[in-house]
RNA sequence: CGGGGCGUGGCGCAGUGGUUUAGCGCGCAUGGUUCGGGACCAUGAGGUCGUGGGUUCAAAUCCCACCGCCCCGACCA
């Protein structure tokens, strides 16, 4: 016996004696496409609200994804380690994100009353061992990373498992002495992470984006295009300008109305753009929009936008401070003696005005009159009001132009697949996480914190591969090679014949899973859709008689019948095809 | 956290005060006939009707509270 002969029955799985529970109808709880295919298969089980059990056939995949994943970061010189999933209070005080991060972090006590978290990340923890391992210039550059679950009490868990409040992910985190290093660190990780979505089979594009709570340095978002996704891109048709909606920045037109003196309007109970512009007959594009935001210990701020854009408060945010939020009603009554849908700028000088540069030199504006009921005309900005600074603050919208290139911007859907920013110091600096330099001087590492979610992959393979008759996954991620359909099982002959073509497959180095139910043939065929085995292979009395065999591929359907004792070697072919096929 | 929906055998659902043993389809078990796209016959197992309280002679059904799940929004690496 050979070592794959041992080692290779390891790679069958009997379906009537696996923990698959394919289901009949859709689970009523799953709406989102990939959701209804990773429950039907059962591939994952929900067991609370964003939080779920991996069944067999999905964590063959995870670990699929996982290997790629590995093999990818080993190569750039990253080091595979694994940290705890909880950690104690302390480490969160000093970083100050244990106020920080609020209600999404997961706490509890233990039996000596000790605060801890279940970790949503691991920025902390990397900083802790880098404090007490980094002594040297010498020690640098580093890449750590793990695979591992975080834990986040989202506030809405939703579409399975890509919202979910316990989940797998892939965090790296680079150590290095300066920026060029961290620049880097950034760049390979950029190229493995291309690597590691072009392996999984998935379309994607790297777009700029938003730090969050991670800060403000420079960030990648891989996007990877799909409805249901919660992220929305920006992208030039012209150049490659790629951009998350919340940091995306375009040109707009600017919009020329006549010169008048400010005169009152009596708009009775008209608040919104929409009905304000609806009475007095005019486009949204000659209003403007007054926003007022406060923040606790800093001053209040009024943000004028045109009527046909929306705020984008991820720039407000960034620029001005994360407390910022916009007014309550009665604030707003509070400082502009009128009620929300009738604000406005003029006489409002003790206020700090930032203003959406499209609105730079606009004249014969709508906007509120600080009075109930009543807006103002003829407002020109230059002449009435005293503008802090001119800024870009609005939401792209589709048809704006590229700031690159002046191309046609448009929007798409898709979801967040990973995520690479540069910290920078921040944590380095408030933890003490520090190096001698040459000349022996101290510094703070200059680090860097790179995500990828496992299970995010897998969903999206789902979205974007998968088709009413179910999953049709990637072969480097798929949980098996081959579905053997054995037809009517009880047949001797079919029954000896198919345990000759499992042999030779496993004998081949496949994966298999043999589907010899005594059930109806419909049932088979569906179940292995279902579950997007990429090759098929029926073995049944037709075969039988010509001893030629069935074999199909999940995703083309293309049918080849083949010899029996030829069929390890075309699947052997058909692999081989599957996988250059990947990113075509 | 706001709005909406739902909670009844493993799954999908019906039943919305009064046939005492709460139904139907699928699945499951046993026997038999089938067997290249979700077959058929027969028999059978399986249910605290989300939880607690209340109204009533009588509650899955009406009332109150709570819990859980899904969707939209707010929010969020």
């Given amino acids: 016996m050979t070592l794959l002969e041992v080692y290779g029955i390891l790679y069958v799985m009997k379906f009537d004696k696996s923990l698959i529970a394919t289901l009949r109808e859709d689970p009523k709880e799953a709406e989102s496409k990939s959701h209804r295919i990773l429950l039907r298969g059962g591939f994952i089980k929900q067991i609370a609200a964003g939080v779920h059990i991996y069944l067999p056939l999905g964590w063959r995949i995870l670990m699929k994804i996982s290997n790629i994943i590995r093999e990818e970061h080993d190569r750039i010189g990253a080091q595979e380690l694994l940290m705890p999933a909880i950690s104690p209070k302390e480490i969160w005080e000093e970083s100050g994100r244990w106020k920080e991060y609020g209600d999404d972090m997961f706490r509890f006590k233990d039996r000596k009353d000790r605060d801890y978290c279940l970790c949503p990340t691991h920025e902390e923890i990397i900083t802790e061992i880098a404090r007490k391992r980094i002594r040297s210039y010498r020690d640098l550059p580093q890449i750590w990373y793990q695979i591992q679950m975080k834990f986040r009490d989202e506030k ?13 992910m892939k965090d790296s985190y680079s150590l290095d002495r300066d920026e060029q290093g961290l620049d880097k660190s950034f760049n390979l990780h950029k190229e493995a992470y291309t690597k590691i979505f072009q392996r999984c089979g998935l379309d994607f594009e790297i777009v ?4 969050g709570l991670m800060g403000t340095g420079e960030s990648k978002e891989f996007v990877a295009r799909g409805e249901g996704g919660e992220a929305t891109v920006i992208a030039c048709k012209n150049c490659n300008y790629r951009a998350n909606l919340e940091v995306a920045e375009g040109r707009g037109r600017f919009a020329e109305f006549e010169d008048s003196q400010v005169t009152d309007v009596h708009t009775p109970d008209k608040r919104s753009v929409e009905e304000v512009s609806g009475f007095l007959n005019v486009t949204p594009q000659n209003l403007v929009k007054s926003i007022f935001f406060t923040a606790v210990e800093k001053k209040p701020i009024l943000i004028l936008l045109r009527g046909d ?20 009603p009665d604030e707003i009554i509070k400082y502009f003696g009128a009620e929300p849908g009738f604000i406005g700028p003029v006489g409002k000088d003790d206020i700090d005005i930032y203003v959406d540069e499209l609105l730079k030199g606009a004249r014969g504006m709508i906007t509120g009159a600080n009075k109930n009921n009543y807006h103002i005309r003829g407002l020109n900005l230059e002449r009435d009001i005293k503008v802090k600074d001119y800024l870009n603050l609005r939401k792209v919208k589709s048809g704006d132009k590229c ?3 002046q191309g046609e911007l448009e929007l798409y859907n898709g979801l967040e697949l990973g995520h690479i920013f540069k910290l920078g110091t921040r944590y380095s600096e408030i933890l003490g996480a520090t190096f001698l330099d040459e000349n022996g001087v101290e510094k703070p590492i200059v680090m860097g914190s790179y995500g990828i979610g496992l299970e995010r992959i897998m969903a999206w393979a789902c979205e974007q591969k998968g088709d009413e008759h179910g999953a049709v996954w990637p072969i480097s991620i798929t949980p098996y090679d081959i579905y053997v359909i054995v037809l009517n099982p009880l047949n001797k002959e079919i029954a000896n014949a198919a345990d000759d073509i ?9 994966s298999i899973i043999i589907d ?14 279902l579950l997007g085995i990429p090759i098929r292979l029926t073995i049944g009395p037709k075969g039988m008689k010509s001893n030629k065999f069935d074999i199909s591929l999940r995703e083309t359907k293309e049918v080849f019948e083949v010899n029996k004792n030829l069929i390890a070697d075309k699947c052997l ?12």
Avoid: M, W
Avoid at 208 to 211: I, M, Q, S
Avoid at 516 to 529: H, L, P, Y
């Fill in 403 to 405: 700031i690159k290139c």
């Fill in 309 to 328: 854009y929306d705020i984008n408060e991820d720039i407000i945010k960034n620029r001005f401070g994360f407390s910022y939020e916009t007014a309550t």
């Fill in 516 to 529: 010899d139910r005594d059930i109806s043939a419909g049932i088979k065929f569906n179940d292995s859709e």
């Fill in 208 to 211: 700029d984006a938003a730090g």
């Fill in 502 to 510: 499992n042999q030779a497959l496993t004998k081949g180095g496949f």
């Fill in 156 to 168: 809405r868990p939703r579409y399975g498992v890509i919202r979910s409040r316990q989940f797998i």
């Fill in 573 to 584: 072919e058909l692999k081989d095809i599957l996988y250059r096929r990947l990113n075509e």
